[in-house]
């Protein structure tokens, strides 16, 4: 158990809707980072969040968003969704400063049908 | 710009020693990490290099080389659960984090047969 915890676990929807993923990050951890991985693209950065302001984006969509709330819980809001956002959504914290490892949340299953 | 590569595959037999090779390309060094992730589950941190040389954590050690690029994760006595893949990714810093988002490669699919 790596200390983050992301849900739901497992989300189906139809295209066209819009979904939210919530993320809470290891005690003491200022960053949060999305990750998207599908089977044709590996693991690929969406966004960060440092202290509740974002530090980087990556190749996001803009159908999708993201924030972090004062309690540094985040939430990744995807709209409009399409078949090809399937995928595996993970979350990852990390304490910003020192070795800064990024540790892992289990992963939200988005189905799109 | 940023580049990984890694072995798409590869098997070995139980007990055996394996080791699975990665070579990057990355503007500014800021070391190597490497993740193992079973099939549907989260990435699970296992190492992060950053000077050169080989450091061991137990069954798994990492290697580092930065004049060339070249790192290599090294599993020994091989056991039926290190099937997963091995994912090699660089950070890259930014305001606000000391070592900033992960670049990954492909990941190196590993099964052990018995």
Redesign the interface.
């Known amino acids: 158990d790596s200390g983050v915890t992301q849900t739901p676990k497992h989300l189906i929807t139809a295209t066209g809707q819009r979904v939210t993923l919530r993320c809470s990050p290891r005690s003491g951890d200022l960053s949060v980072y999305w990750y998207q991985q599908s089977l044709d693209q590996g693991l690929q950065f969406l966004i960060q969040y440092y202290n509740g302001e974002e530090r980087a984006k990556g190749n996001i969509l803009e159908r999708f968003s993201a924030q972090q709330f004062p309690d540094l819980h985040s939430e990744l809001n995807l709209s409009s969704l399409e078949l090809g956002d399937s995928a595996l959504y993970f979350c990852a914290s990390s304490p910003g400063t020192g070795t800064d490892t990024q540790y892992f949340g289990p992963g939200t299953r988005l189905t799109v049908l | 710009g940023q580049n990984i590569d890694q072995p798409t595959e590869m098997t070995a037999t139980e007990g055996a020693i394996v080791q699975i090779n990665c070579t990057y390309q990355t503007s500014g060094f800021n070391g190597l990490?490497w993740?193992q992730q079973h099939a549907?589950?989260?990435?699970?941190?296992l190492s992060?290099n950053v000077l050169d040389g080989l450091e061991e954590k137990g069954r798994f050690s990492s290697f580092l080389s930065r004049s060339k690029g070249y790192s290599y994760l090294l599993l020994k006595e091989l056991q039926m659960k290190d099937s997963a893949s091995y994912?090699c990714?660089v950070?890259?810093p930014?305001?606000?984090?000391?070592?900033?988002?992960?670049?990954?490669?492909?990941?190196t699919q590993l099964t052990v047969w018995p």
Not at chain 2, 40 to 45: C, I, L, N, S, V
Not at chain 2, 94 to 107: A, D, E, H, I, Q
């Open positions: 990490f993740y549907g589950e989260a990435p699970t941190f992060y994912l990714a950070p890259i930014n305001r606000g984090s000391t070592l900033g988002r992960l670049y990954f490669g492909r990941g």
